[in-house]
């Protein structure tokens, strides 16, 4: 269910990924490649926008949580 309530974009990424929700969020982590989390951040509201500058290319994982459960998403970092 969390899962259609979240969007990732844009998805591939250059410079930046905005997360938006029709629930509220309340943190989200971001994961390289090997499995290591390498952002955490606590949250609150609707919209939050990640900058993915410093980051190499690859692909990654965002842990989206929320007060009714928790998604993952693939991101790509071009």
Do not use: W
Not at 17 to 25: E, K, N, Q
């Amino acid at each position: 269910m969390v899962e259609q309530q979240t969007q990732l974009f844009p998805n591939p990424a250059t410079g930046h990924v905005a997360i938006s929700s029709s629930i509220p969020l309340r943190s989200i982590a971001l994961y390289d490649p090997s499995g290591r989390c390498i952002l955490r951040r606590r949250t609150e509201g609707q919209f939050l926008q990640l900058d993915l500058n410093g980051y190499a290319n690859g692909s990654y994982h965002i842990v989206i949580d929320t007060p009714i459960g928790r998604t993952v998403k693939r991101l790509i970092i071009q």
